[in-house]
């Protein structure tokens, strides 16, 4: 199996590299991780809302452009369904059984995911109501994804 995570804008916090390091290495006993860093575009301060959309739409033109069709594509979205750690575990395998053996989470830039994106993905996860730092959701998808597969491979970890 293989997992891909396009993310938008590059962390620079090293505990945040860390942490997705550490994950990434413990996910490798049971797939490859390839993770996909897309240059954000800059945001003046008072922007406009049409020129913010106008970010996330080129934004949005970059992930579609590095989105594998034959991937099972999965963007984390704050009007996506909210699951727990066992029905992520759960979806997975039902992913890895009946769709495909690639799966590719996609995180949008600080303004979030366009609306082309949204409409082309396979599926729309919701992590929580909250809103949390890009930079922060990716560690917090790295860390489910290999409790998902702790869950699936029915290991200690999970509780």
Request: aromatic fraction near 8%; glycine fraction near 6%; proline fraction near 1%.
């Amino acid at each position: 199996m293989k997992i891909t995570i396009i993310s938008v804008g590059k962390l620079k916090e090293k505990y945040l590299l860390d942490g997705i390091a550490e994950y990434v290495k413990r996910l490798g006993k049971y797939a490859k991780v390839e993770e996909i860093v897309l240059p954000d575009e800059a945001i003046k301060d008072k922007a406009s809302d049409s020129i913010m959309e106008e970010i996330k739409n080129k934004e949005g033109k970059k992930i579609i452009d590095t989105l594998d069709e034959k991937t099972y594509s999965i963007a984390l979205d704050l009007k996506g369904e909210m699951l727990s750690s066992e029905d992520l575990a759960r979806k997975i395998l039902e992913i890895q059984t009946y769709h495909a053996s690639n799966i590719t989470f996609i995180i949008g830039g600080s303004l979030g995911l366009s609306k082309e994106v949204i409409n082309k993905v396979n599926y729309r996860l919701c992590f929580s109501k909250m809103t949390f730092p890009h930079q922060l959701m990716k560690l917090i998808l790295i860390e489910q994804i290999y409790r998902a597969f702790k869950i699936n491979n029915n290991e200690t970890y999970h509780k």
